[in-house]
């Protein structure tokens, strides 16, 4: 049996479809703190809050594989993480496949920190484990093009930095490759498209595509972060993610591995293929 977290999120409800798709739906099970929200994931949910620590057990009771796909409050991850990993040892998990970050042990971002304790978590614990070391997704630039197109510009920090983002859509195929085959055990893989792009080439995508001029702004970081305060989002986030395209602009956003393609038997998602889904 297969279960994964965050279900009702937008990773999850992706790899959730991939494992129906293999006709494993019957096999899965959703966990999801809130399941009056999962109603049309179509297969069983079990409460789950990392915050619970004893909803956590029961609900993996003869779950033989589990997706740990990490939370999202940044900071609250670390304890929550191992109530997860703590819960899975007591409930007899054999193999938790978890998703952490491009580069987690050596990766300057600010997000690494979590994602490497949580590995270790996972290297102490004794069942087997699998790191899916996602890099940024590809819908993190491409997310907000309606506003890139109404100002002529892509405003970002990543200067000239080569960026092997990737889809969820892909990476939630890749996780269900990985949590439904053999030989994962002990493996970690960077997950990034085949091929890099900078933002001065998406812009010029967008721009091909859509038929109207929009150029790549680069900005030193804190007044990048200003403006996704002015956006709407907090400060925090705000200021980690201008820090994270500042560090992009030094390659931490750069994989050259080719394993995300390799997990999924084909080329990765284009850059035209991301803008035109964006684009609609
Ligand atoms: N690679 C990237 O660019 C990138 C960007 C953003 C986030 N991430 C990481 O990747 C994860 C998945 O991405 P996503 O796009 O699917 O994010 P998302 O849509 O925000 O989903 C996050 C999921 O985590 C669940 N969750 C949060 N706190 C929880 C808790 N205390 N107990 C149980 N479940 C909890 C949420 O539950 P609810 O459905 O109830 O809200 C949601 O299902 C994120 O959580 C974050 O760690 C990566």
Redesign the pocket.
Known sequence: MYAV????????RLVIAALKEKGLGVQTIAL???PS?SADLGIPTRP????KPETLQPALDGVEKLLL?????VGK?MP?HKAVIDAAVRAGVKHIVY?S?LHADTSEIALAPEHRETEDALKASGLDYTFLR????TE?YTGNLGAALANGAIVGSAGEGRLNTAN?GDLAQAAANVLTSDGHAGKTYELGNDEAYTLAELAAEVSRQSGKAVVYNNLPKDEYAKILEGIGLPAPLADLLADSDAKAARGALADQSGALGELLGRPTQTLQQAVAEALG
Not at 48 to 51: A, I, R, V
Not at 134 to 137: I, K, L, T, V
């Open positions: 977290t965050g279900a009702t999120g937008q990773l999850g999801a703190r809130d929200r789950f809050d990392y915050d796909i990490s939370g999202s409050e991850r929550q998703t970050l996602n890099s940024w997704y993190n969820r």
